[in-house]
Each structure stands twice: as structure tokens, then as C-alpha cells.
């Protein structure tokens, strides 16, 4: 085996105006750098003419290879100290001195992809990003130049309900220099802080099975932009990116003449007016649109009561504190935002009696039904089924007094087994048959079969998403788990599917604005063998808590934790410097201890995306 070296990239794009740095990146064996990992490509969203540079752990000499048309005519030089390189796409590499190398553990390297899978994964990325001619990806960065406050951070109460709030304006300037598209479609806004991408998701397979045309927009991606948009009630493939590249070239002189009024649009304002024009262009019948952040001042919250068919709110708890004011009054009340004057609203049975209290209060201001999901509709668990492909459990569905299907009176269930896990999913469900009710209640015809149907269409990757990658190696669990009730949730949900006893490790990377004390709380009922804290790698040294702010949340949490047998918890604590590490030194460990092996990754969807990406899988379509 060769010397261990230690790489790390710092990128800073002139198109983006944003400085993005990638983790310390452990690699074994010098005869075996003739690639990049993805990490770094998706850090400098650039593929072509990429350089890697090596540092021995004694700081001496870089070894350079520069790679370009498919890591082929590569050229090695030697160089030391810190240099800088211009590449085409001007952007600029500073390559730094490493830290110590013992702090960092070895890393066998057969827990590493091979080196075949290695540049098969580059290719593919290469392929994804890299131009096929003049100016091709030009629109995608032009996007990628935006301000992204998902990366940078969202100021201070910027969700709230209130003068501090968002301006509406940008969007709506945007949009109209577009045509007014969201003037042309019916819609369900769904709000919420836990479980509305997965009742979006519902509502939208429902509807599409339904026989409608339905778009599904929703937030954020897991593996690339384009899955915010979906012609297809989201079970199917989103937009190409070349139909998101004309979208994009469509707003582009109104982005540019709001730049020269001083108010440029955002990345997330560009992305719902592409999606607004997109559902508009194709006539859907219906779209279902997720709400970013809050509700009040959310880019999407510019319809007309005539156009929202039904407002949905999922469960509310304490989540980006900071922009939404950091009560869960405050949060309650911009989530409220999205009800419209004289339309439905149908909200899941929330927890906390002063978010029901808003609730009721803003539905009363704005003359909105506001009627509860979940005390006509019930889901019951049968069974669940774990093979290496994944999960699935069947369950069955009851509604009283009304049968969905058909539009008609009287009680209806039905059995539906279903290609995804979660115990909390029994409550986004029924949240989401009631929004379809709405739905229907307007003469729209839902018929029979369609809720089967649909909901054994869905894919929720990073919601409990469980496989095994091979059969030598350990289970994988994926969840964004990012509050205490989600993080309780997938608890629950590993201690049903996994009632067998596991070795497990645990590998937390989160954002800030979150309840990081709580969730540990919540995560420690996990008993895992060995946890890991890490950062999620686009948002270093902006949105990522760094991991030993995560240790001491875990340590105080630790401190008055009790095993479920009564006796005190102790597990081995680990810090790596990205989620691919922190996988590999999972791997390692669990497979040192005798049992069934388990890897979970959670804490926010962004270090989903990249667990997917580091074990070569791509984004399950929804």
C-alpha cells in the first residue's frame, strides 16, 4: 500500500461570487490518484481540466495530476508551498497545507470504491454538468450564480410573517415579466415543518393516478436541481435539463433588468417562476407546490384565492429558528401565511397547542375552513418486508364516512403495500387524503384504484430510505431526519423494521437553526455502537454546524441518558472531515464487531444527497 496522502480543494467561482471549500479528503495509496472525487466536482460544479494535488503527512513536495477529456493525457509535475491555478471556467483552486496526518485514522483501502467505479462515477457526473456545445451549460451556472440563501444562510426572521419577512415583490416582478404564469393553474399548497415533501408527494401520485396532468414543485433537490420539477405528479423522471436550460433562458432578461433596478431575484425565486411557467406552458390540470421556507413571504405564496383549491399544513415544530422568528408562535404564524380568503385549509392533528391556537386564529382572519386531517382517516400498519433492495411495508387505509374513490358517501379502506418506511408516514398520508377530498369536493373525479395506485408509485429517497448496497456489506438507513419529532421517528421506524439486534453506527452531519441539544436526545435512543459527526460538505463555513459543536450536544445529551435495560450509555465518538469518510469509518467499525450491520446518516437532507452520491447511487425518481 502506498503513503497516505491528504488532499484538499478550495474553490472560488467569480460567476458565484460564493467561497466553497471541501472537506480534508483522506485517500490510501499514491499509485491510485488518477481521479476526483465527487465531492470536489459537485464543490467546484466544474468537470473539465480538473486538478488533484496530494500532500505527504510531512508537508513535503505536492504531487500534481492534471486531468481533462476523461482523465486521459494526464500530465504529472511536482511542485511544494501553496499555489494557485487558473483554470478555463476562471475559477480559481488555492491548494492548502494538511493538518496533522494522526488525525485521522487509517482507512483500509478496500473500503474505498474501486478504481473503475471511481471514474465511472466522475464520467457520469461529467456527463451530467459538462457542456455538448457553445454555451451549453451556460444557463445552469448563470442560475448557480444567484444568491442561494439554502447555501449562504437565510437572514434573520426573513420567513417570518412581518415587515422582516421576504418581499414578495422580486417574485412577482419576476413572474410577471414572464406572463403572470401562476395567474393560469390550480393548485395545493402544502406547508409545514415536518413531512410536506412527502404529503406533496402523496397528493401529487394520487392526483396523477387520477387520470390529470399534475406538476409537482418541491424543495430541496437530493442529487440534482431538475428533480424540483415534475410534469408527472412526481413519479416519474423530472424536467430534462435541457427544458430547465430554456426556462432559465426565458426569465433571463427580466433577471438581468431587475439586476439593473437593484433587486435581483434569488436562485429559489428563479426556480419557482421556471416552475410556475413550466406548469403553465404544459397546461397541467393541477400543480402541487411545496412551500420553501415559512409560508407567509415563500416565493410560491403569490396565487389568488381563486386559484388554490386547498391549503395543507403538515406538522409544525421548532425549525429554521433564526428565520422564522424562533417561537413556534412565530413559525406557527408564517406557516398559517399560505391560507387563502374563503378557500379550504386541511392541517395534520399538530402537537402543540399555541400552533393550533394560530391556526384557528388565522383561519378565522382570512375566512378559511380550516378543518383537521387524521380524525376520519386512519392508516394501520400489517406488515413490513426487508430485502436488500430496500423495504416495504403494506398497510391499510380507512376513510369514515366518505369513500374517496368514486366520490362517493360511506366508508371505503383498501390494502396498499407500499415501497417505503416510516411510521410517521401514517399521518402525512392521511393529510393527504383529505387534501385530495378537497380536491374532489370541487369536482374533481378521483377514480376507483387511483389511491393504490398511487401511492405504490411514490419513491421518497432520504425519508428512511433502507438497502443494502451488496450482500457483504452492512444495511444503510437514509434519513434527513432534522428536528427531534423526525429524528424520534426514524428511531421508531429502525426499531420496527430492525427488531433483530444490529451493531450500529451513527453519522450526523446538521445546519444551524435546528434544535441540535434535541435531537441528539432523540438520536442517542439509537444505542448506536459507534457515532459519527461530520459537516455536510456544500454548505462548509456557511449553514454546517461544525461536528464538535455536534459532539457536545451529543455529550450533554449523553450525560443523563439511560439504556433501555436502565444502565448508563457509552459508545465510541468519532469526528471525520466529510460524509465519504465518515461512511468509510463506519463501515470499518461496525464490521470489526461481531453482528448484523447497520449504517445510519442523518440530520438534513444535504448529507443524504451526498451518502447517495458516495455509495454510487443516483436519486430514486419519486
Known amino acids: 500500500m502506498g503513503s497516505r496522502c491528504f488532499l484538499r480543494i478550495c474553490c472560488k467561482d467569480s460567476l458565484k461570487g460564493l467561497h466553497y471549500r471541501s472537506r480534508w479528503h483522506a485517500l490510501v495509496g499514491t499509485a491510485d490518484f488518477s481521479w476526483i472525487d465527487n465531492w470536489e466536482v459537485n464543490s467546484i460544479k466544474r468537470i473539465s481540466d480538473v486538478d488533484c494535488t496530494f500532500f505527504s503527512p510531512q508537508n513535503g513536495p505536492i504531487r500534481k495530476k492534471n486531468h481533462s477529456a476523461g482523465l486521459k493525457n494526464q500530465k504529472s509535475t511536482v511542485f511544494s508551498g501553496k499555489e494557485s491555478i487558473k483554470f478555463p471556467s476562471h475559477n480559481e483552486l488555492e491548494f492548502w497545507q494538511p493538518f496533522s496526518a494522526t488525525s485521522i485514522s487509517s482507512t483500509p483501502l478496500s473500503n474505498l470504491p474501486s478504481a473503475n467505479s471511481r471514474r465511472a462515477n466522475f464520467r457520469s457526473t461529467r456527463a451530467k454538468f459538462s457542456s455538448s456545445g457553445p454555451g451549453r451549460n451556460s444557463s445552469i451556472e448563470y442560475l448557480n450564480s444567484l444568491v442561494n440563501y439554502e447555501g449562504v444562510g437565510v437572514p434573520k426572521n426573513a420567513g417570518c410573517d412581518g415587515e422582516q419577512g421576504f418581499p414578495l415583490d422580486r417574485i412577482r416582478k419576476l413572474l410577471d415579466g414572464l406572463g403572470n404564469p401562476q395567474d393560469d393553474l390550480k393548485i395545493v399548497h402544502v406547508a409545514g415543518s415536518k413531512g410536506k415533501g412527502s404529503t406533496s408527494a402523496f ?118 429558528l433564526e428565520a422564522l422568528g424562533g417561537t413556534l408562535e412565530s413559525i406557527a404564524k408564517a406557516k398559517a401565511g399560505i391560507m387563502k380568503n374563503g378557500r379550504p385549509c386541511i392541517t395534520s392533528q399538530q402537537e402543540h397547542e399555541i400552533v393550533r391556537e394560530v391556526l384557528e386564529k388565522t383561519a378565522e382572519s382570512s375566512n378559511s375552513t380550516l378543518s383537521v386531517a387524521g380524525k376520519t382517516e386512519s392508516v394501520e400498519f400489517l406488515e413490513r418486508k426487508l430485502h436488500p433492495d430496500g423495504a416495504c411495508q403494506e398497510i391499510k387505509i380507512s376513510t369514515e364516512g366518505y369513500c374517496l374513490e368514486g366520490n362517493q ?24 387524503l383529505r387534501a385530495v377530498l378537497e380536491v374532489s369536493k370541487q369536482g374533481w373525479k378521483i377514480p376507483p384504484g387511483s389511491v393504490t395506485k398511487g401511492l405504490q408509485a411514490v419513491r421518497l429517497p432520504g425519508r428512511c430510505q433502507v438497502f443494502r448496497p451488496n450482500k457483504d456489506s452492512p444495511w444503510v438507513l437514509l434519513d434527513g431526519a432534522h428536528t427531534k419529532e423526525s429524528a424520534a421517528s426514524m428511531v421508531e421506524s429502525k426499531s420496527r423494521l430492525f427488531p433483530f439486534k444490529t451493531v450500529t453506527a451513527l453519522v450526523i452531519a446538521m445546519l444551524e437553526g435546528k434544535e441540535h441539544f434535541q435531537v441528539m436526545q432523540a438520536f442517542l435512543r439509537l444505542e448506536p455502537q459507534v457515532v459519527i459527526f461530520t459537516t455536510s460538505l456544500p454548505f462548509e463555513g456557511k449553514r454546517s454546524v461544525p461536528p464538535g459543536t455536534l459532539v457536545a450536544h451529543w455529550e450533554m445529551a449523553e450525560s443523563g441518558f439511560r439504556t433501555a435495560s436502565g444502565g448508563p450509555f457509552r459508545c465510541r465518538k468519532m469526528i471525520q472531515a466529510s460524509i465519504s469518510s465518515a461512511i468509510h469509518r463506519a463501515i470499518t467499525e461496525i464490521e470489526s464487531i461481531p453482528g448484523e450491520g447497520l449504517v445510519c446518516v442523518a440530520g438534513s437532507m444535504y448529507a443524504v444527497s451526498e451518502a447517495l452520491g458516495c455509495l454510487n447511487l443516483e436519486s430514486p425518481t419519486r
Open 203 to 320: 397528493i401529487g401520485a394520487i392526483l396523477q393516478a387520477s387520470g390529470l396532468k399534475v406538476g409537482v414543485f418541491t424543495s430541496p433537490h437530493i442529487v440534482s436541481v431538475n428533480e424540483r420539477i415534475h410534469l408527472n405528479g412526481g413519479i416519474g423522471p423530472p424536467v430534462s435539463t435541457e427544458e430547465l436550460e430554456e426556462l432559465i433562458d426565458m426569465a433571463r432578461p427580466v433577471i438581468e433588468s431587475m439586476k439593473e433596478s437593484g433587486e435581483p431575484p434569488t436562485y429559489f425565486e428563479v426556480l419557482t417562476a421556471a416552475a410556475f411557467k413550466k406548469f403553465s406552458m404544459e397546461k397541467v390540470d393541477i400543480g402541487v407546490i411545496e412551500v420553501g421556507l415559512g409560508g407567509a413571504t415563500d416565493a410560491t405564496n403569490v396565487f389568488k384565492p381563486e386559484n388554490v383549491l386547498v391549503s395543507v399544513i403538515a406538522p409544525i415544530a421548532h425549525e429554521h
Open 409 to 432: 358517501s360511506g366508508d371505503w379502506s383498501e390494502k396498499v403495500v407500499m415501497p417505503f418506511m416510516g411510521d410517521h408516514q401514517a399521518g402525512n398520508i392521511a393529510l393527504a
